[in-house]
T-cell receptor, first 114, second 111 residues
């Protein structure tokens, strides 16, 4: 079955270390996204990519970096410059269909920085 | 004011009750999505709407484009329906191919 795979589900890191979250999709979708979710808040866009080798900053890109070397993969690196990295991170992909754009989401990675 | 708002914020129901969650938005959209997020965090897409009404099992979603309002109904609710339900819209103009998410409605269905 096609879908989006995020790994790991839970991740612990020490303050000051960079950490990379994995997102892989086998849906052949061009567009991929990274969102951050904090308690009581809606999902906020970190970065998105509409095509291989291209990506754009979202609303809260500071302290994060991404790459899109392959269509299937869109890893997110949380750098030491991110002031409040502890959060739940969701990866998504989308495809344009006749009735609109359909979105698919991963299971998320909960990052805790200690 | 948030571009997408939901009500209620929290909802507790008894098993079997009919449930309605509302979503209102203030921007032009090409589609509206209802998403379900379980306690583990993963999100499942329930519906994608651009007009009218859709039904899937015990779930019904409606949208009124003129009033910029959508509702998600759950008939004969069950404890396994307990989750956070999120309304998300996709703007009509090309703003980074972005979705705008509501804050979510936390539903608890008690046996």
């Amino acid at each position: 079955d096609g879908g989006i795979t995020q790994s790991p589900k839970y991740l612990f890191r020490k303050e000051g270390q960079n950490v990379t979250l994995s997102c892989e999709q086998n849906l052949n979708h061009d567009a991929m996204y990274w969102y951050r979710q904090d308690p009581g808040q809606g999902l906020r866009l970190i970065y998105y990519s509409q095509i291989v080798n291209d990506f754009q900053k979202g609303d809260i890109a500071e302290g994060y970096s991404v790459s899109r070397e392959k269509k299937e993969s869109f890893p997110l690196t949380v750098t030491s410059a991110q002031k409040n990295p502890t959060a739940f991170y969701l990866c998504a992909s989308s495809i344009v269909r006749q009735g609109g754009t359909e979105a698919f989401f991963g299971q998320g990675t909960r990052l805790t920085v200690v | 004011k948030n571009e997408v708002e939901q009500s209620p914020q929290n909802l507790t129901a008894q098993e079997g009750e009919f449930i309605t969650i509302n979503c209102s938005y203030s921007v032009g959209i090409s589609a509206l999505h209802w998403l379900q997020q379980h306690p583990g965090g993963g999100i499942v897409s329930l519906f994608m709407l651009s007009s009218g009404k859709k039904k899937h099992g015990r779930l019904i979603a409606t949208i009124n484009i003129q009033e910029k309002h959508s509702s998600l109904h759950i008939t004969a609710s069950h404890p396994r329906d307990s989750a956070v339900y999120i309304c998300a819209v996709r703007r009509t103009y090309n703003y980074g191919q972005n979705f705008v998410f509501g804050p979510g409605t936390r539903l608890s269905v008690l046996p």
